[in-house]
């Protein structure tokens, strides 16, 4: 099987796209940390999908998954402020 065909590189190019969509939008829209963090553990896992993740990759998927609870729930409280002001 061609290695630049493959499911694996078709899923980090796919990847590469959506992270150039997070990095341009930045924090200007309210869900940016959500995609950003999907895809740095989107990316960690691809890149380490035939080899064992190591105690690092582990301890900064954790963090980004805290990350992406402390987003929703900013989020989760701009919806529920919006629903007050109308």
Sequence with gaps: MDSTNDPISRAERALYDIQELADSTSEH?????????????????????????????????????SELENSCEKLKNKVEQDSRDK
């Design 29 to 65: 829209h309210p869900s940016w940390a959500l995609l950003y963090n999907c895809t740095q553990i989107s990316k960690v896992i691809l890149e380490k999908w035939n080899d064992d993740l190591t105690e690092e990759d582990l301890s900064e998927i954790r963090w980004m998954i």
